[in-house]
């Protein structure tokens, strides 16, 4: 079923190749999480980590590796990989379920306004998980779509 899930937004994506469709699945955790936006927290920040975003090591397998159509164009996997490090911090801030799926706000690493960071939106299933483009305004309230997540450590 994710698979299936995960093909059918890559065709919405404009037919990503099969490799990224499979990146962009969640690599869940071995035990089950206290609810679906705790687990899209947990799948969103394994994304992050894995592809390269944070300061931990990214995934050395390149098959994990998304590819960003908008963002990461004529560098090569190493060179976005390199170019990614340590741009979004690695601790979900705030997970929302949204009408297509989740959306879990991360801080952005060395910004100078604190009240925006960066996105990732997955499906209801847990896949086709992307990092947005624009940044987001994380708001302080959380309203009741919304949640902070409690994730054990990555």
Not at 79 to 94: C, D, F, K
Request: charged fraction near 15%; proline fraction near 10%.
């Amino acid at each position: 079923m994710i698979r299936a899930a995960a093909a059918a937004l890559a065709l919405g994506l404009g037919a990503l190749p099969a490799q990224d469709a499979a990146a962009r699945v969640c690599h869940f955790p071995r035990r089950p999480l206290a609810s679906p936006r705790d687990t899209a927290a947990w799948c969103a920040r394994e994304f992050l980590i894995r592809n390269g975003y944070t300061s931990a090591p990214p995934s050395a397998n390149p098959a994990d590796i998304a590819l960003e159509p908008t963002m990461d164009k004529g560098l090569g996997l190493e060179g976005t990989v390199e170019n990614r490090r340590g741009t979004v911090g690695a601790e979900p801030l705030v997970v929302c379920t949204t009408a297509t799926g989740f959306l879990v706000s991360f801080a952005i690493a060395n910004l100078i306004d604190p009240q925006h960071g960066r996105a990732v939106a997955m499906t209801p299933q847990f896949a086709g998980i992307t990092l947005l483009r624009p940044w987001v305004l994380i708001d302080t309230g959380i309203g009741p779509q919304c949640s902070v997540p409690k994730l054990p450590p990555a």
